[in-house]
């Protein structure tokens, strides 16, 4: 999958073959491969009219079109490795950490509460679910909302998923909700962290 990087588009000086060129950045994307083997992405083209003087008639500005391609690159994907794979792994790669809040720690039995999980780092959550939560006898849990939010301005992409999930204490007394592990692929370290 592709998604673009909000950028500046201003113009910079970069050197190929020690020489010093004006360079712009035409387009920079976030790519999440959706499987393994060698992937091949075609050449990318652009048509540039180009502004320039020519110095026998240095006084008159003249405009040229060119055609510029890139090169067609391959990418290895690797599989996500089977050793060590927790059995709760659901598909997160990247950089990632995770919060637990309650909208009130003190309440009135059968009065409505809220648990807010929020998962936020570097990386794709697209084929995540809500992590598993082991509620204690005396709370009843209902249906969860999620949304995700991108920052597309940095580079890979912060993202955040978060999960509001009602819940009610059914009888006087103290409940306490146990830790909430995620469980993601490191690709630092290149294997499985759970965090929680």
């Not at 020690?18 to 499987?35: C, D, E, M, P, S």
Request: hydrophobic share 35%.
């Amino acid at each position: 999958s592709v998604t673009d990087v909000d950028q500046p588009s201003g113009v910079y000086t970069t050197q190929v073959n020690g020489q010093n060129y004006r360079a712009q950045t035409i387009r920079k994307a976030q790519l999440v491969a959706l499987k393994t083997g060698d992937l091949l992405l075609d050449s990318a083209s652009l048509s540039c009219q180009l502004y320039y003087t020519d110095l026998s008639d240095p006084v008159d500005q003249k405009v040229g079109t060119v055609i510029v391609k890139s090169r067609p690159m391959t990418i290895h994907v690797l599989p996500l490795p089977d050793k060590n794979k927790p059995a709760d792994f659901s598909g997160a790669v990247g950089d990632f950490s995770i919060t637990a809040t309650v909208d009130k720690n003190v309440l009135p039995a059968q009065e409505n509460n809220a648990l807010h999980l929020q998962i936020t780092g570097t990386g794709t959550l697209d084929n995540f679910a809500l992590p598993a939560i082991n509620w204690p006898a005396n709370i009843q849990s209902y249906d969860s909302k999620d949304s995700q939010t991108v920052d597309k301005s940095s580079f890979p992409m912060r993202v955040t998923r978060s999960f509001d999930i009602p819940f009610i204490g059914n009888a006087k007394g103290t409940a306490i909700i146990p830790s909430v592990k995620f469980t993601y692929f490191d690709t630092k370290k290149n294997d499985y962290t759970t965090v929680s």
